[in-house]
C-alpha cells in the first residue's frame, strides 16, 4: 500500500524558486548559514562582538581621517597638487588591481578545485552551471572584501575634500563594481586555464621558458629607457612606474576608474559615464 501511494503523478513539485533558480537557493542558504554564525559568535561573548565592532569603527574613521589630511596637505601645493593625487591614486589603484588579480586567482582555484563543498555540490542535482557561478560568486566577495575596507574611506575623503556632488557617490559605487569585477572574471579564467594545462610537462616548459623570456626583455627595455639612462630618477621610483604604466596600458582600468571619477567630481557626468564604459569595455 505504501509503495502504490508513492507515483510519479503524486509526488510533490519542486517549489518555483527551486526549479527555475537554485543560484538564487544557495545564496539564501549561505546567507542564513553565515548570520547564524554571526548571531552564535553574539550569544557566546558579547566581549568579542564589542571589540570587533569598536575596531571596525575605529579604522572607518581613523582611516577616513589620516585620508582626508594627506589629501589636504596634498592638494595645498599650488599647480602640482591635484595632478600628484591623481597620480598616486591611480598608481594605488594599479597595484590594488594587479593583487587583486592573484587574490581572485588562488581563491578561485581553490574553491573550484581544492573544496570539499564544491565536491559535494557537484553530487547534487543541481546543475554544473550553477555550482560554477556560486563559486565564482563566493571567489569574487573572499577576494574583494578587504579591497573594499580600504578603498571606502579613501573615496569618502576624496570626496569630502572636493566637495563633490551627490552623484560623485553613485557613480563610485558603480565603477568599484566594474574594478572589482574585471579581475574576478581575469583570475577565474586563469584559474580554470591553469588546472587543465598545468599538470602537462609542455606547459610547464612553455610557462618557464615565457617567464624567462618576459623578464629579460622587461630587463632590456629598463636599460634602453630614458627613464633609467638619467641617473635623477631611478628606474624604481613612483613617477617612473606611473609613467611607464600609462605609457604601455593607456586603457588600463586603474586609469580610467581615477580619471571617471576625477571627471565626475568636477561636476561633469558624460565623460565620466564615457570613462566608466571603457573600464568596462577593458
Given amino acids: 500500500m505504501q509503495h502504490s501511494a508513492i507515483s510519479p503523478t503524486a509526488s510533490p513539485a519542486l517549489p518555483g524558486a527551486v526549479?527555475?533558480?537554485?543560484?538564487?537557493l544557495l545564496l539564501r542558504v549561505n546567507l542564513v548559514q553565515n548570520w547564524r554564525r554571526l548571531c552564535s559568535v553574539r550569544e557566546q561573548s558579547s566581549l568579542l562582538t564589542v571589540i570587533i565592532g569598536l575596531f571596525i569603527g575605529g579604522y572607518i574613521v581613523l582611516a577616513f581621517g589620516l585620508f582626508y589630511k594627506g589629501l589636504k596637505f596634498i592638494g595645498v601645493f599650488p599647480g602640482i597638487g591635484e595632478l600628484l593625487i591623481e597620480r598616486l591614486?591611480?598608481?594605488?589603484?594599479?597595484?590594488?588591481?594587479?593583487l587583486l588579480l592573484f587574490s581572485n586567482l588562488v581563491i578561485g582555484y581553490s574553491n573550484f578545485f581544492r573544496?570539499?563543498?564544491?565536491?559535494a555540490l557537484l553530487t547534487l542535482p543541481i546543475p554544473a552551471q550553477t555550482v560554477?557561478?556560486?563559486?565564482?560568486?563566493?571567489?569574487t566577495v573572499l577576494a574583494s572584501w578587504a579591497f573594499l575596507f580600504l578603498i571606502a574611506p579613501l573615496?569618502?575623503?576624496?570626496?569630502?575634500?572636493?566637495?563633490?556632488?551627490?552623484?560623485?557617490y553613485a557613480l563610485t559605487v558603480v565603477l568599484v563594481g566594474l574594478f572589482i569585477m574585471l579581475p574576478a572574471v581575469f583570475g577565474t579564467w586563469t584559474a580554470v586555464n591553469l588546472a587543465r594545462f598545468l599538470d602537462r610537462r609542455a606547459f610547464q616548459i612553455a610557462a618557464l621558458v615565457a617567464a624567462g623570456v618576459l623578464f629579460f626583455a622587461v630587463k632590456y627595455y629598463l636599460?634602453?629607457?630614458?627613464w633609467t639612462r638619467n641617473r635623477s630618477r631611478p628606474a624604481c621610483s613612483p613617477c617612473w612606474i606611473v609613467f611607464w604604466l600609462r605609457r604601455a596600458l593607456p586603457s588600463f582600468p586603474s586609469c580610467?576608474?581615477?580619471?571617471?571619477?576625477r571627471v565626475c567630481s568636477n561636476g561633469r557626468k558624460e565623460p565620466s559615464r564615457q570613462r566608466a564604459f571603457s573600464c568596462w569595455c577593458f
Fill in 223 to 226: 636599460r634602453r629607457s630614458k
Fill in 115 to 119: 573544496n570539499r563543498e564544491t565536491a
Fill in 19 to 24: 526549479a527555475v533558480a537554485p543560484l538564487l
Fill in 89 to 98: 591614486l591611480f598608481l594605488l589603484f594599479a597595484f590594488l588591481f594587479i
Fill in 132 to 139: 560554477f557561478r556560486w563559486k565564482f560568486v563566493e571567489s
Fill in 155 to 168: 573615496l569618502g575623503a576624496y570626496g569630502m575634500w572636493r566637495q563633490v556632488p551627490w552623484h560623485f
Fill in 256 to 261: 580610467q576608474a581615477i580619471g571617471s571619477l
